[in-house]
């Protein structure tokens, strides 16, 4: 009896052995010690794609910014074997001297005027492109074309518009019974024509931005706008500007940032003169340190361009962003 209950339980526990599946994973150890192995290679093979990179990014990035700060405590002329320490004496002689806060007070202007000026004649322009007239592809092109020209030839083709004796502009005054003025070489007008220059050359990067913008706004919405009675002007006011919102906060640091770093048209067309009078930030760095080979100085003024551009981004993204719709 005993001897046959324990062949049925023998048999019972063979055929629910035969019917359990086998485990494809193997152990509990060994699925932990594969995911293990899984896991290093994802973070081996991250490394092998991101640690160049990195070292590419710190090596012409972050180490030449290290190299600036120490620079700004030091007085060096590039010829002298080392740097010497003079501590914060560099940014003291900046704020003791008016010609720097006369030149930050200017490239303060140049960035206001540029930047507000781009976007809202680049805004206009977008919105007359997206009427699809006959030709706009054409004009789209001629309006993009200044974004892929050198900064050398842009500052070319202007000086002679601006000539006031064979240019552009002598033209258009003597049409109004007027003299042109000389645009490049009074101070009253040098500033004011590198500002025309930098807005012709912006304009039509900000105008196809914009463009592609507006295009993404869905067609139901500009319909149930017109449904409710609501006009041009009323459209543009609650629709397609809020909406362009992202866009426009894009812009608005890109344009930033690039006005403050412009240099290739105020070296071709001016050289920061006449008197100083085009002289931003941007050249008051360079002709320190390459015109009157003080390092320190220029290194310092560096990083007081780099506080004030970390400042206005930051309040960008901290105030202006809130207002952003996605």
Do not use: C
């Not at 620079?71 to 003079?86: C, G, N, R």
């Not at 200017?106 to 805004?123: D, H, M, P």
């Amino acid at each position: 009896m005993s001897s046959g209950a324990s062949d049925l339980g023998s048999r019972s526990a063979l055929s629910v052995g035969a019917r359990r599946p086998a485990d494809p994973g193997g152990t509990a150890s060994e699925r932990r010690l594969g995911a293990v192995r899984r896991r290093r290679r994802g973070y081996l093979l991250f490394a092998a794609f991101a640690l160049p990179n990195l070292a590419l990014i710190a090596v012409f990035s972050y180490w030449p910014i290290i190299e600036n700060i120490y620079l700004s405590f030091t007085t060096w002329d590039f010829i002298s074997p080392q740097a010497d320490l003079v501590g914060l004496l560099n940014y003291q002689a900046l704020f003791s001297n008016w010609t720097f806060p006369e030149v930050l007070l200017r490239t303060l202007v140049w960035v206001v005027v540029v930047v507000v000026v781009t976007l809202v004649l680049g805004l206009a322009l977008a919105l007359l492109f997206a009427q699809r007239i006959r030709g706009t592809a054409v004009v789209q092109t001629l309006a993009f074309s200044p974004h892929v020209l050198s900064g050398a030839a842009i500052a070319t083709i202007w000086l002679l518009i601006f000539d006031p004796h064979h240019g552009l502009s002598r033209l258009v005054f003597d049409a109004f019974g007027a003299n042109s003025p000389a645009w490049t070489t009074d101070g009253s007008w040098a500033l004011w024509a590198l500002i025309i220059v930098s807005i012709w050359k912006g304009l039509g990067f900000v105008a196809i931005v914009y463009l592609v913008g507006i295009q993404q706004i869905p067609a139901e919405v500009l319909e149930a706008a017109r449904i409710d009675g609501a006009g041009r002007w009323t459209q543009f006011r609650r629709v397609i500007f809020p909406l362009l919102s992202p866009t426009t906060f894009f812009l608005v640091i890109t344009q930033t940032i690039s006005a403050f770093q412009a240099f290739d048209v105020i070296a071709m067309m001016t050289g920061g003169g006449p008197a100083g009078s085009t002289t931003t930030l941007s050249w008051f760095i360079y002709d320190a340190a390459f015109g009157r080979t003080d390092v320190g100085t220029s290194s310092a003024a560096s990083m007081i361009m780099f506080v004030v551009l970390m400042a206005i981004t930051v309040l960008q993204f901290r105030f202006v962003e809130r207002r952003v719709h996605y």
